[in-house]
């Protein structure tokens, strides 16, 4: 062969091997980093990745408009994604696989977003001052029995919003306001902190319970801080709700943006993180639930036992999510 003919043939393949995917990511880049490494591998997609704070990454995107390098957006929770969405940030995706896998009430009506990965908000408790059969659901958190009693991070924060929002979607307004008025009236202190603040609080006695992301008490418990691991034993995990909803749930989860510049490589890569072997990962190193019930959960999840979901559908937390911050405003949740 003519060696510039040849050349020219191997600068031809390398160009059609320089696939890439641009990913703005709310997700701490260590929690899928690994998964974005064997997806490349598997693929040769080069896969390049922003992280940053929600709010911020979608300001940027409305900023950047047709002209931003991002494919992908990935966010920790349904609100983020239902408010991209709003903006008209997604389009709507068609993939047969991804319908098949996740589940109707995880996914946008309009194919505009997918869950990845569930989590559920769960009551943490210390047992040496609580007995279990006392705990209940979410409601029963409002009863003056647990005054002084309770931690809870935020009303900033976006999961203890989605919480509400979901109260609002299954209660009402009116319902899900007394409810947070009692919950606020029996804080044990002023919220501080992040879901692991809290579940150190309840084992130090600052608090008796705690509402809490399922993955950071185990995050905790396999933690190589022993300070971490220590707080963690003294604290026990109740399923609320299971004798109404279930207990809430959220995704983290994304969307192809608008101006996409590598669709197909977004449409593979979120097909790649639905797939058994990811959701083995997100399961065994992420502690969330798989959003595929056929993928067995880590042995921390396992050690919880099966519980009861709430399969209220997501889209309802983003439709409440403004119901929710100004409810929690007016009952003075900080
Ligand atoms: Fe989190």
């Not at 009863?143 to 509400?164: E, F, G, M, P, T």
């Not at 029996?186 to 319970?209: L, T, Y």
């Not at 097909?271 to 065994?284: G, H, I, K, M, N």
Request: aromatic share 8%.
């Amino acid at each position: 062969m003519n060696k510039l003919l040849f050349i020219g043939l191997l600068f031809v393949q390398q160009l059609s091997f320089a696939a890439e995917v641009n990913i703005y990511s709310a997700r701490k880049e260590a929690l899928i980093k690994p998964l974005l490494d064997h997806f490349n591998k598997e693929t040769g997609i080069a896969v390049n990745i922003v992280t940053g704070k929600a709010d911020t990454l979608l300001k940027r995107l409305e900023v950047e408009g047709r002209n931003t390098p991002a494919d992908l957006l990935l966010t920790v929770d349904v609100a983020r994604l239902i408010r991209a969405k709003e903006k008209g940030l997604f389009q709507q995706i068609d993939s047969e696989l991804l319908n098949k896998i996740i589940p109707e009430n995880y996914r946008d009506d309009d194919k505009q977003w997918f869950g990845l990965s569930l989590r559920s908000r769960v009551i943490i408790y210390a047992p040496d001052r609580v007995n279990e059969g006392d705990l209940d659901s979410y409601i029963d958190l409002a009863d003056k029995k647990w005054a002084n009693r309770i931690c809870v991070r935020s009303s900033s924060n976006v999961y203890n919003q989605s919480l509400v929002a979901a109260m609002i979607a299954n209660y009402g307004l009116e319902k899900a306001e007394r409810w947070a008025t009692g919950l606020v009236g029996n804080f044990a202190r002023p919220p501080k902190g992040g879901d692991r603040d809290q579940i150190k609080a309840v084992a130090a006695g600052v608090c008796d319970v705690a509402l809490v992301n399922n993955y950071y008490l185990a995050g905790m418990l396999e933690s190589s801080q022993k300070s971490e691991v220590v707080a963690a034993n003294k604290i026990k995990l109740f399923w609320p709700n299971q004798d109404g909803r279930g207990a809430h749930m959220n995704v983290s989860g994304a969307g192809v943006l608008k101006p996409a510049k590598h669709k197909k490589e977004a449409i593979q890569l979120l097909e790649f993180l639905v797939s058994d072997y990811a959701q083995q990962w997100y399961a065994d190193t992420n502690h969330e639930y798989s959003i595929n019930p056929e993928i067995e959960s880590g042995s921390v999840l396992k050690s919880w036992g099966k519980f009861k979901a709430d399969d209220l559908n997501l889209s309802l937390l983003g439709k409440h999510n403004t119901d929710a911050v100004l409810l929690m405003d007016r009952v003075g949740w900080k």
